[in-house]
């Protein structure tokens, strides 16, 4: 099967968000995580990419009214997380979060939970802001 038509078949969750139209091709139920902001930078709390019961989130998502797209923050080790803006360079489609990957459904664009194209059209890979952590917290840094 081809890798396209698995991430596809995988299962489908869509979220009816009033600003964010985002999609959702992944087994893993998306979750918009509590965010605190200042001038420079985004604070969620670690907390967030636990679950009860069930193993931990990969990824949560932000809702950043300033940005008119989500950031994705996804969890790249024990304590190195990866921040994308879900717009695609392309021509501004909001991108789909599943199966490992952002994919567009305009025209077909991939891009690794680094935001690198994977696949084209788009030619830029995506915004990424910068990351830190402490005991308790992850700091977006977005000016
Ligand atoms: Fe995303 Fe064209 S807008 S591939």
Redesign the pocket.
Known sequence: MERRKFIKSCCTVGLGLPLLGVGFQSCEAAHYATVKSDAEKLTVLKSEFITEGKSARSFVLLSIKEYGFPICLFKTSEDSYVASLLK?T????ELNVGGGIYS?P????EFSTSGKVLEG??DQDLKTFKTTTDNDNIYIYVS
């Open positions: 695609c392309h021509r501004g489609c567009c305009c025209h077909g664009s059209p788009a």
